[in-house]
C-alpha cells in the first residue's frame, strides 16, 4: 500500500502546479486585455502627396482671332504672372489672367515676315503659378499661329491669331 505522506505530497505539488499555470493564463489574458484596449480602434488615415503637375497652358481665341487668352489646362493651377520671349525681342509680361492681342504679336513678327499670308512663330513662356497652395514656376515653348487678313478696301492688311499649340 502507498505510503499515505507521499501521495499527500504528491498531490499538494500537483495543486501548487495547477495553481501556478492558473496564475500565469491570469497574468496573459490580463496583458492581452490590456493591448487590445491600448490600441487605437480608430482607422488610420493615409495621405497621399499629390506630384506636382507640370504647366500645360491652352489658348483660346477671342474677337476673330484680335486676341488669344491663354490659361492653364489643369483647374488646379492660378496663374500669378506669364511672360512671353521670342527670338531677338523684349520680351511681353502679359500678367495673371493673360490675354496676347494681335497687335501686340505683330511687335514680335520680324518685318521681313508681315503681310505674308499665314504663319506661325515659336516663343517661350515662363509662369508663376499656384498648385495646392505652393508657388511653382514653369513654362515651355508654344507655337503661335496667325494669318494676315486684307481689310478691303478701306481696310489695309490686318492680323488674325489662329491658334497655340505646345511645341
Request: glycine share 14%; aromatic share 6%; hydrophobic share 40%.
Amino acid at each position: 500500500m502507498p505510503d499515505p505522506q507521499s501521495t499527500d505530497s504528491n498531490r499538494r505539488r500537483w495543486i501548487n502546479l495547477g495553481e501556478g499555470v492558473a496564475v500565469i493564463g491570469l497574468i496573459i489574458s490580463g496583458l492581452a486585455l490590456w493591448n487590445s484596449w491600448s490600441k487605437d480602434d480608430r482607422p488610420k488615415v493615409v495621405v497621399e502627396h499629390a506630384r506636382a503637375i507640370p504647366l500645360a497652358l491652352r489658348g483660346k481665341l477671342e474677337d476673330d482671332g484680335k486676341r488669344l487668352a491663354i490659361a492653364p489646362v489643369e483647374p488646379g493651377h492660378a496663374l500669378e504672372t506669364l511672360t512671353l520671349t521670342a527670338p531677338g525681342k523684349p520680351a511681353l509680361d502679359l500678367g495673371g489672367e493673360p490675354r496676347l492681342s494681335a497687335s501686340a504679336f505683330e511687335g514680335l513678327l520680324n518685318p521681313a515676315r508681315k503681310k505674308e499670308g499665314t504663319g506661325s512663330l515659336r516663343v517661350s513662356f515662363a509662369a508663376r503659378y499656384i498648385e495646392g497652395g505652393i508657388e511653382r514656376r514653369g513654362g515651355g515653348a508654344y507655337w503661335i499661329a496667325y494669318r494676315w487678313t486684307d481689310g478691303g478696301l478701306f481696310g489695309g492688311h490686318s492680323l488674325r491669331l489662329t491658334g497655340m499649340t505646345r511645341g
